[in-house]
Nanobody, 120 residues
Framework: VQLQACGGGLVPAGGSLTLSCALSGRARSVGWFRQAPGKEREFVAGIGWLGGARWYADAVKGRFIMTRDAAKNMAWLEMRFLKPEETAVYYC?????????????????WGQGTQVTVSS
């Protein structure tokens, strides 16, 4: 299983950005995580690959939307009303057997990450 995240960049506070994740291989779920400088990596959003059910971290609920196109092996994270404290490297990851997971250890495969910088 391989994943490749892209779409990061510099965006002003309150702005929007959409990240993309290309998946090759099998996954039951795909998730987005982020790691800010000096902080631990944290869960952002997840999606069931077959049914499309989604779950979000409370901090992003209502502002971020995760979608996927299983036929195209693609997932996206639309981020709106971004805050400076959301500056981080964003990663997509695949969970081969789990659903609804929010822990880093539950995701077996990881992409390389894409930098998102939110300016104040």
């Amino acid at each position: 299983v391989q994943l490749q995240a892209c779409g990061g960049g510099l965006v002003p506070a309150g702005g929007s950005l959409t990240l993309s994740c290309a998946l090759s291989g099998r996954a039951r779920s795909v998730g987005w995580f982020r790691q800010a400088p000096g902080k631990e990596r944290e869960f952002v959003a997840g999606i069931g690959w077959l049914g499309g059910a989604r779950w979000y971290a409370d901090a992003v609920k209502g502002r971020f939307i995760m979608t996927r196109d299983a036929a195209k092996n693609m997932a996206w994270l639309e981020m709106r009303f971004l805050k400076p404290e959301e500056t981080a490297v964003y990663y997509c990851a695949a969970d081969q057997d789990g659903f609804g997971d929010r822990m880093e250890r539950d995701y077996e495969f990881w992409g390389q990450g894409t930098q998102v910088t939110v300016s104040s």
